[in-house]
Each structure stands twice: as structure tokens, then as C-alpha cells.
């Protein structure tokens, strides 16, 4: 997962439900300031659906560009919420991403366990809030119930 010391010293890259600010809202249970998020880009990966899942996951793949989004100045506390969320399917690695102004960035991103099915489908955020994002907050419900808070 991600250190704790990474708060407030290196940015997190979302590729899939955390780039919709309503998911990262809820996550964080928290109101996120939009100065702090900024478009971003992942080269050498495809962002590809999990079989059964409405999520994604990244897979390696050369040439490739997952469009995503930078999440700067997480608190400890955040931290700790979204490594709760993603805990179980992902893993978090450190990768340099690009920002619109060509500046590369060293950011943390959750790439899926060996297990996951994924299936050579891209997956589309757009798609995902027609078909997925309405029953999204239940699903939320059961992953983040059992989060215990920190002071």
C-alpha cells in the first residue's frame, strides 16, 4: 500500500473511479479542493477492464497512454482511505507520470494483483458513470465499512 510518508510529498495517479470526483468525495469523506487534482498521463500501460468488476485495472503494454488524474497534497488520512479502498485487488507501485505541461511527476498508482481476471476490453470512465456509477455507492458502502479512522 501506500506509506503514510508519502502525505503531502508525492501525488497519487487515478486511472479509474477515483478520476470521478463524486467516488473521490465519498473515499475521502471528504470536500475536494480542484486545485489539488490535475490531468495526467501514464505511458507504457493500457488501462483494461477486470472481468466481472466495473472497474479497471492498468497492464503493461509498450506505447501505450492511460489519460488519469493527479491527486496532490493527500493527507495521512486520505491515504490511509484510499489504501482501504483498494486494498485486496490492488497493490501500489511509484511511477512518473506526465501533466499538461509536459512536467513529469513521481506519483503512486495501484496496479491489480496477479489474480484479477482482466479481459482485453478497454475500459471508458465515461461508460462506467452511464452503466455503473448509480450502484457504485452501495458497492462503496460494503468496501469502506469496515475503515477504521485515525487521528
Known amino acids: ?14 486511472f479509474g473511479t477515483l478520476m470521478d470526483l463524486d467516488v473521490l468525495t465519498y473515499v475521502l469523506e471528504r470536500p475536494v479542493d480542484l486545485d489539488d487534482l490535475r490531468p495526467a498521463v501514464l505511458t507504457a500501460f493500457r488501462r483494461v ?14 506505447g501505450a497512454r492511460v489519460q488519469g488524474c493527479l491527486l496532490r497534497r493527500a493527507s495521512r488520512r486520505d491515504i490511509a482511505r484510499i489504501n482501504h479502498f483498494e486494498s ?4 501500489a507501485e511509484l511511477h512518473t507520470v506526465a501533466t499538461d505541461d ?11 494483483l496477479d489474480h484479477l481476471a ?9 461508460d462506467w458513470r452511464q452503466r455503473h456509477k448509480p450502484g457504485f455507492f452501495s458497492a462503496c458502502d460494503g468496501w469502506m465499512d469496515d475503515f477504521v479512522a485515525f487521528d
Open 1 to 14: 500500500m501506500i506509506p503514510a510518508a508519502a502525505a503531502g510529498r508525492q501525488a497519487l495517479f487515478f
Open 49 to 62: 477492464a477486470i472481468a466481472g468488476a466495473s472497474y479497471p485495472t492498468l497492464r503493461p503494454q509498450s
Open 88 to 91: 485486496g485487488e490492488y497493490r
Open 102 to 112: 509536459g512536467a513529469e511527476h513521481s506519483a503512486w498508482l495501484y496496479l491489480g
Open 118 to 126: 482482466c479481459t482485453d476490453e478497454a475500459w471508458s470512465l465515461e
